[in-house]
């Protein structure tokens, strides 16, 4: 059995949720706050990550990887987003490093619809559908990903064409 390999956090607008994860999805700890990005903003995005890292003696060579509202204009660092149509490896190359820090950490972008007719954005679903389908997609899909501001998404072929955000 081996230990984490990288630590993945979504980092949302009022919650973070934060899990050690080793290289084939196991999760090794995790952790869950109110310290979202409107907190953080005030008491500072790494000192929140690192106290965190800390509770659960996160080795310092393991890799961070963000998605979230920590990559919005307003958040820690901003990481822009990534058009549609847009395949899943998109955000993996749109990641934007955090300088200024010891370790590796790296925040994913949104994905921005930029339809006249069906402006749209999304920040942090789209490294759900990357949990949920892979990089590698087969096919058509339709996927609902229900929460506060639900989306509809269709991807073909690992790429989102196109979505829906509904309250």
């Known amino acids: 059995m081996s230990g984490p390999s ?16 080793d290289a084939g999805g196991e999760v ?6 109110d310290q979202g990005m409107t907190a953080a903003a005030r008491t500072g995005f790494a ?6 890292l800390d509770a ?13 509202m920590a990559g919005a204009r ?13 395949h899943l490896s998109d955000i993996l190359k749109g990641a934007v490093k955090v300088s200024g ?6 925040i994913l972008p949104g994905i921005a619809q930029r339809n006249v007719a069906a402006p749209d954005v ?7 559908l990357l949990g949920a389908l892979g990089l590698d997609a087969p096919g058509e899909a339709l996927v609902c ?23």
């Open 6 to 21: 990288y630590v993945a956090v979504d980092w949302g607008t009022s919650s973070f949720r934060l899990w050690l994860m």
């Open 28 to 33: 090794f700890g995790e952790r869950r706050s």
């Open 47 to 52: 000192s929140v990550l690192q106290s965190h």
């Open 56 to 68: 659960l003696g996160a080795a310092v060579d393991l890799p961070v990887v963000i998605c979230g």
């Open 74 to 86: 307003q958040g820690w660092v901003e990481a822009g987003y990534v058009d549609t149509p847009a």
């Open 101 to 106: 820090q010891a370790r590796d950490i790296r």
């Open 122 to 128: 999304m920040r942090g679903e789209e490294t759900q």
């Open 145 to 167: 990903m229900p929460g506060t501001h639900s989306k509809w998404v269709r991807l073909r072929g690992g790429t989102v064409e196109r979505f829906a955000t509904l309250m």
